[in-house]
């Protein structure tokens, strides 16, 4: 299972500040993997508003489902994440599985199972014995601590090779306020979710309501722009915990998402969600190169994102990245397979500064020379063009090689 | 460039023979490749009828807006086509090449530019110098004889490791009449179309009218269910040539493709689509066993086959065929994904003839071993069934293997 760090890991991760009003622990429980944890639980103070958003499988695991149904209290006091097993597609005994963790979670937290939110990731359609850790939880929750925030984004991890921790911090009305997020992701990442999991939190006290306006925006240009191999997952859950402790310094308490004293909230939430989204893609699973496309004079901000999505999933694109071929014929291809409006005679592609095409065919000053040196990158901007309109769209994904096949061929067994 | 054959090659080519009304020459014009050939030159007899279709890629390359300009008329005298670079995202020059080539073949076949069907596969976006092969077709047109399928089949390779060729012969009241098809295909295999270029010619006496319709409803099943990478080519063409020659024997002409003397020749027609649709998808890039996708008791045929193909065109899927891994949670998470109505508890899913799952959950009687043996096999056959209505579709795609992006991550350069 250990593959080499990905190459576009960063030099260094963020350390990540405690945010007031949470504790979390986490432990060995040994649900597929050994000698490391498996096993992740935040406790939060009464009071703390929760955000979400999920899958759009019609298939969703069984956790799904349970946070779902929770969302609608707006209040959460506990948090429990396993990996190694997804917990999908398990019919009554998944569902059994989540309501014997939720008990349990409950009592520990001293809460009622409403007030609890789960998340699993891992292999799909095996059955989740919950009694491999419902044990351990009420420990956890005695054990909990502030400043473990690195070691929840470890115990979360399935294929990914770096944790993925991100902070932010931003002031409400004159009070600092902190956000910090934690995500996994490695494969099975396309929108929308593009992860399958990430957990943030908070010190602002901002209403239920007002988060899941704020999240739903955020997620869009962020989690939702993101894509690794196209697929989705039947697990994507991404939730943002409000504790409120804030207001203990003097931050007002928001109940509006248009309240303007979250400007800067809102930018740092999106802000961060990218931050954390480009890691995912980043950490694809074989990534060795960051894609970031842009689609810009499209007839909608909708058809750029669409002809976006359509470049960067396209498996031509990503092994010529991958091959640092500066194959821009392919970026053509994915453009005029998107389904959306598109004029051929129009077409400009940039890779990185160098323009490879413009009018609809190659570039005349074209230098094979000039574009390969931006193949090279670990970056590699693609740029297009379509004169027809203002809509414009980044999507960020990863370059698909070797690796990828055989992380993927030999996941299960 | 030469890859090994493909394990799914066919263990014999089927022997073509003549159809009345054509002749086939072949060339090595070295517009890229070196020591094969590249260029083929079909030349039809006065009355030749002819159907078509194509890409639906809005960026289509100069030869398949040459081809649909000519198809309105319905008749064709020669078809020139070339192999290593595709003439597509190259603009005025773009243009201008084939107008030339369809001159000089004009020329060469005694007819009007209009008569005159063009293809040129390989890469995109470089121009194509068509004075390269245009001095040749003079000769080509010559030199041809009926006898050369095989050759052409050849020709018109790109990285496909074996010729594509099929033959049925069927009566139209009481006359027997040939069907002959050649394809190429490879990489960037998605409908719509599934292949890039497939040629097909009968002696059959048929109005173009009648052609076109049968054409365009055997597609569907065939090559339009064939999927490798879900990229779509700027070039994908599938021409059909009606000589008419059997009239001679005897063969009555037909007018309306409802002709009931039709049913035989319509069968074999798809027949014949079919085995050269899996042809392509068995000499996928990098593949080593093809995929068949069954999804049955969905809400309508459309919807089989979206959720089919998003079955087949999953990488994740694709990998686990290849690690030879009874992956099933997979094929779930790519029925979630789809956009169309399923209902998680009601799935159940065969690997062959081993049923994995069942109302939502892993089958009971599971066995590890028995669902392993099937990954063993070459052909893996995948059956979703629904539970909801009687919609159904066959797609058919190969894995996904190192191969393929060995192949793809240094194609160009």
Redesign the interface.
Known sequence: MPHAVSPLAPTSLAELPEIAGLRIATAEAGIKYRNRTDLMMMVFDAGTTVAGVF??????SAPVDFCRANLAGGKARALVVNSGN?N???????REATAMTAEVAAKAAACAPSEIFLASTG?????LDAGRFSHLLDGLAKAAEGDRWRAAAEAIMTTDTYPKVATRTVEIAGVAVTINGIAKGA??I?PDMATMLSFLATDAPIAATALQAMLRQAVEPSFNSVTV??????SDTLLLFATGAASGRGAPAIEDAGDPRLEGFRAALGDLLLDLARQVARDGEGARKEIQVTVEGAASDQAAKRIALSIA????VK??V??E?A????V???????????D??R?AIHFGEIRV?V????DPDYSEAAASEVMRRAEIPIRVELGLGTGRWTVYSCD???E???I??????
């Open positions: 899958t759009r499988s019609k298939c969703p997804a999908a597609f398990t019919g009554q005994r998944g292999v799909i359609g095996e059955p494969g099975m396309a191999d196209s697929d989705t997952s039947t999933n396209s498996p031509l092994t010529a991958a091959g071929d194959n821009w014929g392919r053509v291809m994915a453009v005029g397979k998107a389904g959306e409006e598109a051929r005679d077409l095409a009018d609809g065919e190659r698909l090689t070797k990828y096949v055989a993927n061929g030999d996941y299960r067994s």
